[in-house]
């Protein structure tokens, strides 16, 4: 809706619509929304139709690959090693977009042209994007922020409180940008829209699938129940999961993103997750 309101020529295709090859024809941007599930079968199918060598691969999914741990930008790079990737992330509730309400979001890339040409694609005075030169940085943020919203959302579910929420989505941050260290990220994007933003928007919202995740496991309900009723995907239960894998493999301190996995695995309840986050050794507020 953003680029056609800007006047350009949009198709979209779904696997339960169109023919993938008609809708590829000649584009100079493929944006991929897909959920993380789905990135690789459909950069697959991409692969075999013919596109011009300047064409833009934009990423807006939020997820980690199960089998290798790659972002989804890492994935579009690799099947498509001389196209320039752009990852588009920021805090961007999807249904408050579609209702126009104003935004901002942070298109990265290694290669500045293609951010700064994605960048004029979706800007109005609805929308501001803002360039950026690190993707992987803006992409973890948007990924590991997932994480936290679902323990944020079990944190109101629970009623604790304000200073527990800050408390939560402060040393979120702090282990967000840990993490996002030892991948390799810049810091300073994580205190942008795309890292401190995108979580304070994911943590606050019911609109938030992550965050509804946390609130109904707070509620008494089971993940099964909980996700059967979801609409649509919570990106944060799969990469809870990676996260665990690579966190464990790198020897990278966790704390939250471990309650939340053994929450999600059924082997705590809420609140003694909530326990087992207050109760550790008291240590120094830095220490990345
Ligand atoms: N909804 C938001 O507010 C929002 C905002 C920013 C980013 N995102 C990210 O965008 C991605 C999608 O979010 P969503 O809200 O649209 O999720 P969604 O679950 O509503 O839609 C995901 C779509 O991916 C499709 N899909 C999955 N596997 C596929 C495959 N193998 N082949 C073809 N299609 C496949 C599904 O059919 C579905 O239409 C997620 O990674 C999410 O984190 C969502
Ligand atoms: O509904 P969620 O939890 O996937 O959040 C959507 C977006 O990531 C918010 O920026």
């Given at each position: 809706?953003?680029?056609?309101?800007?006047?350009?020529?949009?198709?979209?295709?779904?696997?339960?619509?169109?023919?993938?090859?008609?809708?590829?024809?000649?584009?100079?941007?493929?944006?991929?929304?897909?959920?993380?599930?789905?990135?690789?079968?459909?950069?697959?199918?991409?692969?075999?139709?013919?596109?011009?060598?300047?064409?833009?691969?934009?990423?807006?999914?939020?997820?980690?690959?199960?089998?290798?741990?790659?972002?989804?930008?890492?994935?579009?790079?690799?099947?498509?090693?001389?196209?320039?990737?752009?990852?588009?992330?920021?805090?961007?509730?999807?249904?408050?977009?579609?209702?126009?309400?104003?935004?901002?979001?942070?298109?990265?890339?290694?290669?500045?042209?293609?951010?700064?040409?994605?960048?004029?694609?979706?800007?109005?005075?609805?929308?501001?994007?803002?360039?950026?030169?690190?993707?992987?940085?803006?992409?973890?943020?948007?990924?590991?922020?997932?994480?936290?919203?679902?323990?944020?959302?079990?944190?109101?579910?629970?009623?604790?409180?304000?200073?527990?929420?800050?408390?939560?989505?402060?040393?979120?941050?702090?282990?967000?940008?840990?993490?996002?260290?030892?991948?390799?990220?810049?810091?300073?994007?994580?205190?942008?829209?795309?890292?401190?933003?995108?979580?304070?928007?994911t943590c606050n919202s019911p609109l938030s699938r992550n965050y509804q995740v946390g609130y109904q496991l707070a509620?008494?309900?089971?993940?099964?129940?909980?996700?059967?009723?979801?609409?649509?995907?919570?990106?944060?239960?799969?990469?809870?999961?990676?996260?665990?894998?690579?966190?464990k493999q790198q020897n990278i301190a966790v704390p939250i993103t471990e309650q939340v996995y053994r929450l999600l695995?059924?082997?705590?309840?809420?609140?003694?997750?909530?326990?087992?986050?207050?109760?550790?050794?008291?240590?120094?507020?830095?220490?990345?």
């Amino acid at each position: 809706n953003l680029a056609a309101a800007n006047g350009h020529q949009v198709r979209v295709w779904s696997r339960q619509g169109s023919q993938i090859e008609a809708v590829l024809k000649d584009v100079q941007i493929v944006l991929s929304a897909i959920s993380m599930i789905g990135v690789r079968d459909v950069a697959s199918q991409v692969q075999s139709f013919p596109l011009s060598p300047e064409t833009i691969f934009v990423t807006a999914t939020k997820g980690l690959d199960p089998q290798t741990t790659c972002t989804p930008s890492q994935i579009w790079q690799q099947i498509f090693p001389n196209h320039p990737v752009v990852v588009l992330s920021g805090p961007n509730l999807s249904k408050e977009i579609q209702m126009q309400l104003p935004a901002a979001t942070v298109v990265a890339s290694n290669i500045p042209t293609a951010a700064e040409v994605v960048q004029l694609v979706f800007s109005s005075h609805r929308f501001r994007v803002y360039t950026n030169p690190d993707p992987l940085g803006v992409e973890l943020g948007g990924t590991l922020k997932n994480v936290i919203a679902i323990a944020a959302g079990v944190c109101d579910g629970l009623q604790l409180g304000t200073n527990a929420k800050a408390a939560l989505v402060t040393r979120g941050l702090t282990e967000m940008v840990r993490i996002g260290n030892n991948w390799g990220a810049k810091m300073e994007t994580f205190y942008g829209l795309s890292g401190l933003g995108d979580l304070l928007a994911t943590c606050n919202s019911p609109l938030s699938r992550n965050y509804q995740v946390g609130y109904q496991l707070a509620g008494g309900k089971s993940l099964t129940e909980t996700l059967a009723n979801l609409q649509g995907t919570a990106e944060g239960v799969n990469t809870c999961r990676v996260l665990m894998q690579r966190a464990k493999q790198q020897n990278i301190a966790v704390p939250i993103t471990e309650q939340v996995y053994r929450l999600l695995q059924g082997e705590i309840t809420p609140r003694q997750a909530l326990d087992e986050l207050m109760l550790r050794d008291i240590k120094p507020e830095y220490n990345y």
